[in-house]
Nanobody, 125 residues
Framework: QVQVVESGGGLVQPGGSLRLSCALS????????IGWFRQAPGKEREAISC????????YYLDSVKGRFTASRDAVKNMAYLQMNSLKPDDTAVYYC??????????????????RGQGTQVTVSS
């Protein structure tokens, strides 16, 4: 089973940017879909995006559209979440997840067979 590890979280001021990375232990070319999720304190985990190929991305969260960009690099077996114009409401633990599913996405965290431990993002002045 593929392992996924997130990195790149930290403390950033409002309006700032961060890029989260998600490393996969196997080749992404084997039809893996990659999901990004986040969970703020006291709130339900919510789906941010799913990438099923280098060019196909679904964004589930309206509040991040236009500010967050999900991408992947199959050569490096990496996925990324570029986050710009960050707001205090973006403070959360961010997770990546993966599943070998032939390009079909899901917004359910439990649907993914490989899930990371999360990386903390704090947006505060």
């Amino acid at each position: 089973q593929v392992q996924v590890v997130e990195s790149g979280g930290g403390l950033v001021q409002p309006g700032g940017s961060l890029r989260l990375s998600c490393a996969l232990s196997r080749s992404m070319l084997d039809d893996y879909v990659i999901g990004w999720f986040r969970q703020a304190p006291g709130k339900e985990r919510e789906a941010i995006s799913c990438t099923s190929s280098e060019t196909r991305v679904i964004y589930y969260l309206d509040s991040v559209k236009g500010r967050f960009t999900a991408s992947r690099d199959a050569v490096k077996n990496m996925a990324y979440l570029q986050m710009n114009s960050l707001k205090p409401d973006d403070t959360a633990v961010y997770y990546c997840a993966a599943k070998r599913n032939g390009g079909v996405c899901s917004s359910s965290f439990r649907w993914y067979t490989s899930r990371g431990q999360g990386t903390q993002v704090t947006v505060s002045s």
